[in-house]
T-cell receptor, first 111, second 116 residues
Framework: EDQVTQSPEALRLQEGESSSLNCSYTVSGLRGLFWYRQDPGKGPEFLFT???AGEEKEKERLKATLTKKESFLHITAPKPEDSATYLC????????????FGAGTRLAVHP | GAVVSQHPSWVICKSGTSVKIECRSLDFQATTMFWYRQFPKQSLMLMATSNEGSKATYEQGVEKDKFLINHASLTLSTLTVTSAHPEDSSFYIC????????????FGPGTRLTVT
């Protein structure tokens, strides 16, 4: 069964304190792995798509990496405005473009 | 860009009534649209997938007669919650894929439904 597990469930950082969020996945043929950011009471905002092991993508203070079993979202020198829930999702080969989401990591960055 | 809108952003209705939620892709055509619901502090749960001009595909456990989905055009999908009950209160979010073969889903801002 296709499955996504994110850790930690919640993370509290001081402003400027870099860290990483983990997304472990099990999927029968990975088509793509997606990272989203969700603020309270809003829909998820697309961040990155990763397609193959070894791929990396960056956007401002965020960098996403992918291996055959997991993905990391690295946050460098975070700011309070980076506080949000970060969701990881995978899409399997075959069928329609269904996303399987993890439970998310709630990130709080304090000044 | 890839902007998806939802209307209304929130709605309160009485038990037994029906509520329609619209999802529009504003700057692209969406072959496929998805409907999710999200409970507080939980992740998104896919309810159904709709393709323009065809019947929606519902996930296991989702009542298709209760949650009616129509995808009448390449920019509009609607979700109608029929005979709503308090347990249907939730945050409903739609998403859209730009076209077949492009895998990202772009999400709307969500609709908060409260059934009293």
């Amino acid at each position: 069964e296709d499955q996504v597990t994110q850790s930690p469930e919640a993370l509290r950082l001081q402003e400027g304190e870099s860290s990483s969020l983990n997304c472990s996945y099990t999927v029968s043929g990975l088509r793509g792995l997606f990272w989203y950011r969700q603020d309270p009471g809003k829909g998820p905002e697309f961040l990155f798509t990763l397609y193959s092991a070894g791929e990396e993508k960056e956007k401002e203070r965020l960098k996403a990496t992918l291996t055959k079993k997991e993905s990391f979202l690295h946050i460098t020198a975070p700011k309070p405005e980076d506080s949000a829930t970060y969701l990881c999702a995978v899409q399997a080969m075959g069928g329609y473009n269904k996303l399987i989401f993890g439970a998310g990591t709630r990130l709080a960055v304090h000044p | 860009g890839a902007v998806v809108s939802q209307h209304p952003s929130w709605v309160i209705c009485k038990s037994g009534t029906s509520v329609k939620i619209e999802c529009r892709s504003l700057d692209f055509q969406a072959t496929t649209m998805f409907w999710y619901r999200q409970f507080p502090k939980q992740s998104l749960m896919l309810m159904a997938t709709s393709n323009e001009g065809s019947k929606a595909t519902y996930e296991q456990g989702v009542e298709k007669d209760k949650f009616l989905i129509n995808h009448a055009s390449l920019t509009l999908s609607t979700l109608t919650v029929t005979s709503a009950h308090p347990e249907d209160s939730s945050f409903y979010i739609c998403s859209a894929s730009k076209l077949e073969g492009a895998y990202e889903q772009y999400f709307g801002p969500g609709t908060r439904l409260t059934v009293t």
